[in-house]
């Protein structure tokens, strides 16, 4: 069965701090792919970044960084000086498909991510 | 702007009232899936419509009752529901494609049933 674990339940930080946040997955598929979704106080889960099981390359966008390593079956992703709208709940998942044309996610517990002024 | 678009925003109904939940997307997907997200923890799913055709129930109970008229609109129509039936309904889309395709979210239904 696929799992995926983010052991964080909540952190927090100053602003301008650098956070990294934990995701841990399991699955038996050779080819996979992880998300991170974040989302504030309204609601949506706003997609960020999709990673798939071949490329290990880490990717930058602007104060967002992500590092997967599959010998540890990890998806970081760390945010550089933070700010106060970063405050949201973040989740790491793993797709998986179950009928044609349609996938399900299966999520972490997520990580309450606070940034204090 | 939240491409997938959720009415109404907030929902207060009695045990014994009808309501039904609305999305909509225009971006051409063809699967539609509904969750439910509880305080604190992460969304769980519920409903997947693939094609227009409902494919995935979750063991949902019969009080809620998932209708895809056609592409573009999903809708979740709730009667007798209960009070730990209070939460965030959240709809999402996705290509396709499966599972490579990340799944867009709405900003969700918050319901709360007296």
């Known amino acids: 069965a696929q799992k995926v674990t983010q052991a964080q339940t909540e952190i927090s930080v100053v602003e301008k701090e650098d956070v990294t946040l934990d995701c841990v997955y399991e699955t038996r598929d050779t080819t996979y792919y992880l998300f991170w979704y974040k989302q504030p106080p309204s609601g949506e889960l706003v997609f960020l970044i999709r990673?798939?099981?071949?490329?290990?390359q880490n990717e930058i966008s602007g104060r967002y960084s992500w590092n997967f390593q599959k010998s540890t079956s990890s998806f970081n992703f760390t945010i550089t000086a933070s700010q106060v709208v970063d405050s949201a709940v973040y989740f790491c998942?793993?797709?998986?498909?179950?009928?044609?044309?349609?996938?399900?996610?299966?999520f972490g517990q997520g990580t309450r991510l606070t940034i204090n002024p | 702007d939240t491409e997938v678009t959720q009415t109404p925003k907030h929902l207060v109904m009695g045990m014994t009232n009808k309501k039904s939940l609305k999305c909509e997307q225009h971006m051409g997907h063809r699967a539609m899936y509904w969750y439910k997200q509880k305080a604190k923890k992460p969304p769980e799913l519920m409903f997947v419509?693939?094609?227009?055709?409902?494919?995935i129930n979750e063991s949902v109970p019969s009080r809620f009752s998932p209708e895809c008229p056609n592409s573009s609109l999903l809708n979740l129509h709730l009667h007798a529901l209960q009070p730990e039936d209070s939460a965030l309904y959240l709809c999402a889309s996705s290509t396709r494609q499966g599972k490579s395709q990340p799944q867009h979210f709405g900003d969700g239904t918050r319901l709360s049933i007296l």
């Open positions: 419509y693939s094609y227009e055709k409902l494919s």
């Open positions: 998942a793993l797709s998986e498909d179950i009928i044609q044309g349609a996938q399900k996610l299966v």
């Open positions: 990673r798939n099981s071949f490329d290990e």
